[in-house]
């Protein structure tokens, strides 16, 4: 098993940022484009704790080399399930997923947690990276060895794109939400005024 590790912070308050996720597959994103979609398969809100629970199936165009293909097979998209936790009273998102295409020769278990940072959570918000990738591959070491290497790598070229290609997201979104939320304010003015 490989262990890949990755944290960053976001310059964005965790409302904006947890709010932001949800499009974090969009055409704003023009570092996802290998996601040709994303499906929701169950949601619901615990009545007690109010946490949000998501399961999703992300399918993805597979970017494996041809090498890995001709050992393990396949088409050309490969499919991730997803569950992810929103706590808003915690102010905290985690996210699991794990791989379903190959998974019976390589598990991908992915663990992502947003949450405000510690020194200043009102503007900026922690954002923590883990996977563990193991090749399940009989005895032989040496490919087992080369499969989770290429993995971890490609993971960790893949996660500053994502990276990339989120933070592209948030500043979208808080240019288009704040247009939104400006002209809903203008409007309630104009009614004002003409009340």
Known sequence: MKVFESDCTF????????????????????????????DTLARSVDSETGILRTERLITCRQAAPSWICAILGGGDTSHVHETSYVDPRAKKVTMCSTNLTWS????????????????????RTEFKQDAKITALCGGWQKIRNAIEDFSVERFGQNAQKGREGFESVLEMSRR?????????????LRQRQHA
Request: hydrophobic share 30%; with cysteine; net charge negative.
């Open 11 to 38: 310059d964005y308050p965790w409302d904006e940022v947890s709010t932001a996720n949800w499009r974090k597959y969009c055409p704003w994103n023009d570092k996802t484009t290998h996601v040709i979609s994303v």
């Open 104 to 123: 019976n020769v390589l598990s991908v278990r992915e663990t992502v947690v947003y949450q405000p940072h510690s020194s200043a959570p009102e503007a």
């Open 176 to 188: 288009v939400f704040g247009e939104e939320r400006d002209q809903q304010q203008e409007q309630r």
